[in-house]
């Protein structure tokens, strides 16, 4: 299964609402994840189930979509979400992550 | 708290062979499956390969099948990945990451820091 993210970069400022989709090649019903990473880090769980967040995660991150269409939203940049962004289906094996979407900062 | 660590990532010439481990403490082990992730430098995330917790069934990614052993230890609490034949291609961090449920693959929550295995003559 292929997962195709848009876009491939973002930039904003600090408070700006942001939303990145991401598309299965086949329908995945909700098994959908969306991971943060910062330069030099491991990846961090975000979401999980498309729109189920991750225990300590704040609740500015939300994540929605089913089958084919999925979107991750930030409301309310802040400093530290400037980072990159990964959604992964958990369909079906072989696993697959998509391109990622790097956040920058404007 | 649940920690993940990986080691045996060096830097070996094309065609050799490396075992990376992840030594898993802070949670029951046995009743969790475990994942191998890449990211080649500069890169995006790409799954490799996953452990039931039982360790009875394995899933790889094509390009690693043949290549690739992942195997558990339940007794000692760690994960292995045996890579062979390296190509280039193979040069990542790998991470290993337990899944966020017991007995479910899903979804990966905790994670190592990684383990670096660069293929060059």
């Known amino acids: 299964i292929q997962m195709t993210q848009s876009p491939s970069s973002v930039s904003a400022s600090v408070g700006d609402r942001v939303t990145i989709t991401c598309r299965a090649s086949?329908?995945?019903?909700?098994?959908l994840a969306w991971y943060q990473q910062t330069p030099g880090k491991a990846p961090k769980l975000l979401i999980f189930?498309?729109?189920t967040l991750q225990s300590g995660v704040p609740s500015r991150f939300s994540g929605s979509g089913s089958g084919t269409e999925f979107s991750l939203t930030i409301s309310g940049l802040q400093p530290e979400d400037f980072a990159s962004y990964f959604c992964?289906?958990?369909?079906?094996?072989?696993?697959?992550f998509g391109q990622g979407t790097k956040v920058e900062i404007k | 708290q649940v920690q993940l660590v990986e080691s045996g990532g060096n830097v070996v010439p094309p065609g050799k062979s490396l075992r990376l481990s992840c030594a898993a403490s802070?949670?029951?082990?046995?009743?969790?499956?475990l994942h191998w992730v890449r990211q080649a430098p500069g890169r995006g995330l790409e799954w490799v390969a996953t452990?039931?917790?039982?360790?009875?069934?394995?899933y790889y990614r094509e390009s690693v099948r043949g290549r690739f052993t992942i195997s558990r230890d339940n007794s000692r609490g760690t994960l292995y990945l045996e890579v062979n034949s390296l190509y280039s291609e193979d040069t990542a961090i790998y991470y290993c990451?337990?899944?966020?449920?017991?007995?479910?693959?899903?979804?990966?929550?905790?994670w190592g820091k990684g383990t670096t295995v660069t293929v060059s003559s």
């Open positions: 189930g498309a729109s």
């Open positions: 802070g949670f029951t082990f046995s009743t969790y499956p």
């Open positions: 992964q289906q958990a369909d079906s094996f072989p696993y697959s």
């Open positions: 452990i039931s917790s039982g360790g009875n069934n394995k």
């Open positions: 990451s337990r899944t966020i449920r017991e007995y479910d693959y899903s979804y990966m929550g905790d």
């Open positions: 086949q329908g995945i019903s909700s098994r």
